[in-house]
């Protein structure tokens, strides 16, 4: 069997850039497992958000300003809404909200997360696997200084990732199983590399891990694993993952997610705005690729996955 399957990792909308770079190149030689941490029940409906955020970027559909939800959105839902008094706290668009609606139907009908996300991807024309980490149910919990433990959306959305953290757990994880199919893969002879997008590491990237059984498949592979920054010049390109790097106690820098990767990974993709930190992170054990890893336009999202995928093959050729 031909070693050609490009698994990676993704969470957030960084995530979904370089996914989308990738899927362009590798088509249905992509598997991408998606973190479901940052899903919750919300106005009776069950949202999915970096699964979402993942399917629209791939089908061409995401709203390019914000990175999540649709492009061409109408916001009459969220209005009547908010007139009637209801929770107008978290945004969700007339034609997004159709996503949440079908896929609660079906849940409820007792199809799996994975099915659901598998039909609607094919629908929207997605060569590209999109796999959530578990179809079980996996919840970020933030615990802050000053208010306690809050869901993760209301963290994130609600309280605009004001309130300092202190710890994040996954409330379900040790009960939640991986999709047999993601572990089957990382287990055959199908697999060319592993690539962990530029996600946040704590709240995107650490509830895949922690599924039980997939950090340990990835330990396991033969072929190289690699991870791109999220964070260039000591700011993460989008959301929270530099204050949360200074919050958890980590240097807030490249070497401090590549840090987190530790022992997982061989290799590192790092912005070229931080090409001095590179012998500090080969100083982690991992080799280290310099590039342009701001992903601006289509093109750029394309030619970071090419350079990503050369460097995955470049490391296998060393060994
Ligand atoms: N993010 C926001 O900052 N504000 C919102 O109102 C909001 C709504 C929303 C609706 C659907 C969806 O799929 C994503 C949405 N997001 C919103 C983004 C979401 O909170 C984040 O992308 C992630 O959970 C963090 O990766």
């Known amino acids: 069997m031909a ?11 960084g995530g979904a850039k370089l996914a989308l770079g990738l899927a362009a190149i590798l088509g249905e030689r992509l598997s991408i497992v998606v973190n479901t941490a940052d899903d919750f029940e919300h106005l009776g409906l069950h949202v999915s958000p970096d699964l979402d955020t993942v399917m629209y970027t791939l089908a061409g559909l995401a709203n390019p300003e914000t990175g999540w939800g649709r492009a061409g959105e109408s916001w009459n839902f969220m209005a009547a809404l908010s007139q009637l008094g209801g929770e107008s706290w978290f945004n969700l668009g007339d034609r997004d909200l159709a996503t949440h609606v079908e896929r609660t139907r079906r849940l409820r009908a007792g199809e799996t997360l994975a ?19 578990s179809n079980d149910a996996v919840r970020t919990v933030v615990a802050t200084a000053e208010e306690g433990e809050l869901d993760f959306q209301h963290w994130f959305v609600r309280r605009r ?20 199919e993601a572990l089957a893969l990382l287990a055959g002879e199908a697999v060319r590399g592993l690539v962990i997008c530029p996600s946040n590491p704590f709240v995107s990237v650490a509830p895949i891990l922690a599924v039980p059984g997939l950090r340990a498949s990835i330990e396991r592979l033969r072929v190289p694993r690699v991870a791109v920054t999220p964070i260039v010049g000591g700011q993460a390109i989008k959301g929270p ?32 705005a931080d090409r001095s930190a590179k012998g500090e992170i080969e ?15 289509h093109a750029d999202k394309r030619r970071l996955a090419g350079e990503v995928l050369d460097f995955v093959d470049k490391l296998a050729a060393a060994g």
């Open 241 to 272: 993952a530099a204050k949360m790097l200074a919050e958890l106690g980590h240097p807030v820098s490249a070497a401090g997610v590549a840090a987190c990767y530790r022992g997982l990974i061989d290799g590192f993709v790092l912005d070229q």
């Open 161 to 180: 990732c004001e309130p300092a953290v202190t710890v994040i757990r996954f409330a379900g994880i040790e009960g939640a199983a991986a999709l047999p």
């Open 115 to 133: 099915a659901v996300t598998a039909d609607l991807c094919r629908r929207l024309g997605i060569a590209s696997q999109v796999l959530p980490m």
């Open 3 to 13: 070693r050609d399957q490009i698994v990676a990792l993704a969470g957030g909308v």
């Open 283 to 297: 100083g982690l054990g991992m080799r280290v690729l310099v590039a342009d890893t701001m992903m601006r336009t």
